[in-house]
């Protein structure tokens, strides 16, 4: 038998991604994030970021992060266990907490971070998780790490409540068994909500957790931009304590906040937990002060951002309506990520490219990301954007059909 060297190897699969329209490539920005995005030295509107306020270029943002870098440095320098815990760290988790409505946040270097190391910390061997079939990558990885650690796993139809009920009621609590039920808030690839008001009624009733991945709608749903779960006047200010000992919740600060990092908020004690056991907060150095800084301006604009909420609505609004009468599908999405389904993954590069030969850049979608044969336009929207920018869209998507 011949030896195949690994190169070898990995070159015939990426021609096999190639052939499938899988193989992934990545355009560099000549620009800063925001609606207009410069590449190869043409300009292009784009539809493609997460920073659905807007925020991620905002001169107080720029400005916050120029002070904190010299006050504080650019770098934590160790772990926030060892020395890389700064005041700023410290004050952007208290602000992160009362803004989410819980005792207590942990401030995380990555939404992928975040999830890995809560679900791991929570759950290993007996307990049961329970999670939406089209959970983030980030939550499905996590499922595995506890499943590594002897956890089991129960997947159940995205948003189905029934069948939920039917999993909880057929495995039930074993003593000192600990049960998640895990799930996106907005999910990232479809826009649509998770049921939270039915999920939090199943944890109570079936003693299970509820982790709530509100990666898409921290900082866009709810009043002020407090996230999903003020969205479902869920939040704990209103709903007393005994509902804060049921929820973990994960925000990201990459999307609407504009900058990078995420955090987990929950009670005391699950947070002292997270700090103790958390390898994923553990042995990681600490997020930069300047994230820091800049995360503490862009909280005061969140919550002032009403203005730029009503905007992106009536952005949502004015592409739906400019695509109802066409041929293009769009998913029941009441967000600011409003998927255009295409089907097969090369029809979907083509629209992607026809749409880019017209100035405006919007992400094909493929699997493994999303399941086959669902292939995607994504095209997600921000408070930045202009309504004729929508309807340079809309219009060019008439054009393509
Ligand atoms: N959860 C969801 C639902 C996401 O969409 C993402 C990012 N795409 C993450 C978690 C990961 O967050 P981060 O980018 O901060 O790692």
Redesign the pocket.
């Known amino acids: 038998m011949s030896h195949i060297p690994l190169h070898d190897d990995l070159a015939a699969q990426l021609a096999t991604l190639d052939h499938d329209g899988l193989r992934r490539h990545r355009r560099t920005l000549a620009s800063p994030c925001g609606p207009l995005a410069i590449v190869d030295g043409r300009e292009f509107i784009s539809f493609c970021s ?1 920073d659905y306020l807007g925020l991620a270029a905002d001169p107080a943002l720029v400005e916050a992060a120029c002070d904190g870098a010299r006050r504080w440095g650019v770098g934590s320098g160790a772990s926030h266990l060892v020395s890389g815990h700064l005041a700023p760290h410290d004050a952007l988790e208290r602000r992160l907490a009362a803004f989410a409505g819980f005792p207590r946040a942990l401030l995380m270097t ?6 890995i190391g809560m679900v791991t910390a929570l759950a290993g061997r007996g307990d049961a998780i329970f999670a939406d079939r089209l959970n ?1 990558a ?2 499905i990885d996590a499922v595995q790490l506890a499943k590594a650690q002897g956890a089991e796993s129960h997947r159940y139809p995205h948003g189905d409540l029934a069948a939920l009920e039917r999993l909880l009621a057929a495995n039930p609590a074993r003593p000192g068994q600990r049960r998640l039920i895990l799930t ?1 808030a ?3 690839m479809d826009g649509d909500l998770a049921p939270l008001p039915g999920l939090l009624e199943l944890a109570e009733r079936f003693d299970a957790w509820l982790l709530v ?1 509100d ?2 709608g921290f900082g866009v749903l709810g009043p002020q931009g407090r996230g999903s779960l003020a969205h479902f006047g869920l939040d704990i200010g209103l709903s007393g304590q005994a509902r804060a000992e049921r929820l973990v919740y994960m925000g ?4 609407a906040a504009g900058a ?3 955090f987990v908020a929950a009670s005391e004690t699950v947070i002292e937990w997270l700090i103790s056991r958390a390898r994923t907060y553990i042995f990681t150095t600490g997020a930069s002060p300047i994230m820091a800084c800049a995360l503490l301006a862009s909280l005061d604009l969140i919550e002032q951002g009403d203005a730029r909420r009503a905007h992106l609505q009536r952005l949502i609004a004015r592409l739906r309506d400019g695509l109802s009468a066409t041929q293009w599908r769009l998913m029941p999405s009441p967000t600011a990520i409003q998927p255009i389904i295409i089907g097969d993954n090369h029809a979907a590069l083509r629209v992607a490219a026809a749409l880019y030969d017209k100035g405006i850049w919007a992400p094909a979608i493929r699997p493994p990301t999303v399941p086959a044969g669902t292939a995607r336009l994504r095209v997600s929207l921000s408070a930045t954007h202009r309504v004729e920018q929508i309807d340079r869209l809309v219009d060019a998507l008439k054009e393509c059909a």
Not at 110 to 115: D, E, F, L, S, V
């Open positions: 997460n990555t939404g992928y971070m975040a999830n983030h980030s939550l996106d907005v999910f990232s991945d990666a898409h990201t600060l990459g999307k990078s990092g995420a």
